[in-house]
Nanobody
Framework: QVQLAESGGGLVQVGGSLRLSCAAS????????MGWYRQTPGKQRELVAL???????NYADSVKGRFTISRDNAKNTVYLQMNSLIPEDTAVYYC????????WGQGTQVTVSS
């Protein structure tokens, strides 16, 4: 079955960087759009960044210029490079794969301390 395995979260200071990875299995991920979402307690999950199967990217206004989404089709993996992190970026980050179904990873915690 399709599985998404995220890694790379953790604790970082303001202004620091992290790179999240999401490895897909059970599917050829390069054929589909993939994205990163985040969620904080009491709030809805929100889109952070999206990359289509053709490599077109889209970002939330709050992360433009700081985050970069990319994919390595040979590794069936999508990445989120996060720079200039701020406390408002603290959340659980989820990987997403869109086919006729929607798949989610288990989430990885990112905490930015001031």
């Amino acid at each position: 079955q399709v599985q998404l395995a995220e890694s790379g979260g953790g604790l970082v200071q303001v202004g620091g960087s992290l790179r999240l990875s999401c490895a897909a299995s059970g599917i050829i991920a390069s054929s589909y759009s993939m994205g990163w979402y985040r969620q904080t307690p009491g709030k809805q999950r929100e889109l952070v960044a999206l990359i289509t199967n053709r490599g077109v990217t889209n970002y939330a206004d709050s992360v433009k210029g700081r985050f970069t989404i990319s994919r390595d089709n040979a590794k069936n993996t999508v990445y989120l490079q996060m720079n200039s992190l701020i406390p408002e970026d603290t959340a659980v980050y989820y990987c997403n794969l869109n086919t006729i179904n929607i798949y989610w990873g288990q989430g990885t915690q990112v905490t930015v301390s001031s």
